[in-house]
Structures are given as structure tokens and as C-alpha cells.
């Protein structure tokens, strides 16, 4: 991709959030510094970057283990269900090239397949799989990141002690979820990617939120419950053993996680908010619901293989039509609509927006609290 294609991109996304002014100023004041650092600044791309996050931080000196009976559950859940990370069978051999009895994902998932662009040459292919498998898997091990810092976070923000216990027992289980990921594309794969744009931006926002509920808003539900549905979606599809059986174990832990988000926000946006401050949370759901799904646009394998052969706005279209990204619409949002329904942010008013996304017939399956491990492994 050219300098300058890149800077008109970026400012074609900026452009985009600023779309939202016509749907929620609020939500566009929110979401667009985080934007600019992403899209413009290029943030994502350092390898190390600093993020101030204003929140408060509540104390809560009585110790009362009286409220919500769900987290005080989920914590005993919590506990009894750690694994030890070097349990995994690490000395497995993994051909990241190979498309046969062991491949990481069929090639009927590789973005182009089918179409007029897709090479003829199958051990091209294979090199071309190879570097999906890289970006997908790096973009779950940031998306990791992201959730390790902000369930650290949400241990401080939220106001409720049960809560605080569960969200403690998180952060163990996102520093299990780092440290697997990375070991993993590192040393398996040996292609780790940057962090994709759009996941830069959400993380960024919700980091950057004073306010506690965004933080479970943006992360429990949003990033753990598209990850729960992606790694579902690698779980299904995949013969490599190794990445099936650690792909088990923390689709086991992020089930507890979604689950989480929704004993902690239930109430809240359906009983104790404003109906103003509910249609912000709304309407900042769908905007992060759609960068969320735009960061598997595929951006970087275009730059990397085909940036000369087609263009930004056909290899958009080839993307949204193309296999995996349907799998994706289907499995991300079998676990984020449910979930947006359970509490409370799924009202007729922002229907019709999801509707346009080709989503709103996942409304009707089982939120996260009511779903089993194995219903998640079938899925």
C-alpha cells in the first residue's frame, strides 16, 4: 500500500466516526480522539504505547459479600476452573503451511478463495494461509492484552466487592490468556502482527473512559463476547491439535468473562440509568459493534499480497461477500446480540441499525449466562 492511499484510508475512517454526529454527537466526541490516534497517529503501530485512563477507583471497607449472588458463583467457578498454561502439549509439531489433515483452518477461509485474484498456486496459497493464520491469531493475543489491563480496571471502577473478587480471578485468567496466544504465534506461527487499527481504537477508547460501565460495556461485552464467537469459529473449524485444545481451555474462561459483563450491567442499564445515558450506551455499542467487525477487513493481507492487483473499495466488497466473513458475521454476533438484549441495549430504537448490518436474527439465541461449554464448542 502507497503513503498515499494509506492517509486517505485513515481519513476515510475518521470521516466514518464522524458519521456519527448525525446519529450521537456524544458518542462521536468520545470515540474520534481514540480515532485520530489510531487511524492518523498510527499508535497501534509502536511497540509500546502509553494510556491514561481517568476512572475512579472505589473502595469499599465493609467487605459486604451481600450483593449480586452471580459474582460470588462465578468467582467459586472461577477458581475451581484455573488450568496451568504449561500443561499444554507445547511440544506438538505445527506446519503452519500445511492445508491437509492438519491444517489450522481450510483454505475455503482464506479471504480471496474464490475469487478472480486468488492464485493458482497452491504452495503460494499455503504462504498466504500462513500469514491469515498470523493475523487472526495476533489480533485475538491484543485483544487479550487490551482485556488483561482493563479487567485490572474494572477490579478498581466497579463499586460492587463481589465484583471485585471475580474481576480479580479475570486478570489471572488474561495473563494465562497472554501468555498462551503469544507463545503460540511466536513460537508456532512465527508471525505476529500489529495490532489491527479498529481494535486499537476500541481498546483506546474504553481505556480512556472515566466512567466504569464503558469499561465492562466495551470490553466484557463487546471484545470478550466477539472473541468468544471468533474463537468458537477457530475451534469448529480447525484440525491442528494443539491450537484446538488451547482454544477449549480459554473459550472455557471467556464464557465466565462475557458472562461477567452481563450480571454487571443488567440492572444497571435497565433499572438505574437514565434514558439518556441508556440510548449513549446504545448507540456506543453499535459503533464499537461495527469496528469490531472491521478489524477483520483483512487490511493487512491486501498490503502484503495484493495492494497492486485491487482496489481498497473492491477488496471491501470481495471481503464482505467472501466465506470467512460470513462465518465471522455468524459466530461474532450469535454472542454479541444476545448479550446486548440481556441488558437492556437492544431497544427498537437502535434495532434497525443491526438490522442494516444483517445481524438483528441472532436476537433470539441464548445470551451468555445460559449457555453451556459445550453448546459454545458446538456452536
Same mark, same amino acid.
Given at each position: 500500500m502507497n503513503i498515499k492511499e494509506e492517509i486517505t484510508?485513515? +481519513?476515510?475512517?475518521? /470521516?466514518?466516526?464522524?458519521?456519527m454526529m448525525l446519529r450521537n454527537p456524544k458518542v462521536a466526541a468520545d470515540l474520534i480522539p481514540s480515532a485520530v490516534k489510531g487511524y492518523v497517529l498510527q499508535q497501534g503501530k509502536n511497540d509500546t504505547i502509553g494510556i491514561v485512563s481517568p476512572h475512579k477507583t472505589f473502595y469499599d471497607w465493609t467487605y459486604s459479600n451481600e450483593g449480586n449472588p452471580a459474582f460470588r458463583e462465578?468467582?467459586?467457578?472461577?477458581y475451581r476452573g484455573q488450568w496451568n498454561a504449561e500443561d499444554l502439549p507445547w511440544d506438538t509439531n505445527v506446519d503452519p503451511e500445511n492445508m491437509g489433515d492438519l491444517a489450522i483452518l481450510p483454505e475455503k477461509l482464506h479471504p480471496m478463495y474464490g475469487s478472480k485474484y486468488y492464485s493458482k498456486d497452491p504452495k503460494h496459497n499455503m504462504r498466504e494461509m500462513h500469514d491469515v493464520y498470523g493475523f487472526l491469531l495476533s489480533q485475538f493475543l491484543h485483544g487479550e492484552q487490551g482485556a488483561l489491563y482493563a479487567a485490572g480496571m474494572t477490579v478498581e471502577a466497579t463499586p460492587w466487592f463481589g465484583a471485585k473478587l471475580y474481576g480479580a480471578t479475570q486478570v489471572v485468567d488474561e495473563g494465562r490468556h497472554v501468555e498462551v496466544f503469544a507463545k503460540y504465534i511466536i513460537e508456532k506461527l512465527e508471525r505476529l502482527y500489529h495490532v489491527n487499527d479498529n481494535l486499537f481504537v476500541v481498546i483506546h477508547a474504553l481505556n480512556s !473512559?472515566?466512567?466504569?460501565? +464503558?469499561?465492562?460495556?466495551?470490553?466484557?461485552?463487546?471484545? /470478550?463476547?466477539?472473541?468468544?464467537?471468533a474463537f468458537g469459529l477457530f475451534y469448529k473449524y480447525t484440525k491442528e491439535p494443539l491450537l484446538k485444545n488451547l482454544l477449549k481451555l480459554v473459550i472455557s474462561d471467556e464464557a465466565r468473562h462475557v458472562h461477567y459483563g452481563v450480571e454487571a450491567l443488567r440492572d444497571y442499564y435497565t433499572k438505574e440509568v437514565s434514558d439518556k445515558l441508556r440510548k449513549d450506551r446504545e448507540d456506543w455499542a453499535y459503533e464499537v459493534a461495527v469496528l469490531l467487525r472491521n478489524r477483520f477487513m483483512f487490511y493487512e493481507i491486501r498490503e502484503k499480497y495484493y495492494g497492486d492487483k485491487? !482496489?481498497?473499495? /473492491?477488496? /471491501?466488497?470481495?471481503?464482505m461477500n467472501s466465506e470467512i466473513m460470513k462465518e465471522f458475521r455468524r459466530s461474532l454476533f450469535t454472542r454479541l446480540i444476545p448479550n446486548l438484549k440481556a441488558i437492556g441495549l437492544l431497544t427498537d430504537r437502535i434495532r434497525p441499525h443491526y438490522e442494516k448490518l444483517g445481524v438483528i436474527e441472532y436476537e433470539t439465541m441464548k445470551a451468555a449466562d445460559k449457555l453451556s461449554l459445550s453448546e459454545l464448542l458446538a456452536a
Open positions: 484510508g485513515a +481519513i476515510n475512517r475518521v /470521516e466514518d466516526l464522524g458519521q462465578l468467582y467459586r467457578k472461577a !473512559s472515566p466512567d466504569w460501565d +464503558i469499561k465492562f460495556l466495551g470490553m466484557q461485552i463487546m471484545i /470478550e463476547g466477539l472473541a468468544l464467537g485491487i !482496489s481498497r473499495e /473492491e477488496w /471491501e466488497r470481495t471481503i
